[in-house]
């Protein structure tokens, strides 16, 4: 994972959304996901008896069922130190591995960035 100190406006909506998520909702993770078109997506952690997704991997099955083609960038917020290599998986698919994935603290601060930035 790479410092990533300054951020550029609109990845810092990504993480604002992210982390707004997490917290309105009550859950464990945050995520929001930016697609070719500037659109974003936001989730949160789901945790039915029938269905476990992480934010991340829900903001983009979201993307894609809305019809994106491509990711400009990923946000999470969370109190884990990384993104699971399924998470990276699932906007790799969508993104590429030029797309970056921004890991942020429950307080905003982002750690850090998987991908390039």
Known sequence: MTETPDLDPEDRKIVTL??????????????????????????GTVA???????ALRTAVAMAVASGAKSLEAAAVVTEAESVPDEDRAAVLDLGGPETPVLVASPDGTVRGSVGSA
């Open 18 to 43: 992210a982390r707004s998520t997490r917290a309105r909702n009550g859950v464990p993770e945050g995520a929001a996901v930016r697609d070719e078109t500037g659109r974003t997506y936001v989730a």
């Open 48 to 54: 039915l008896d029938s269905l476990r997704l992480s």
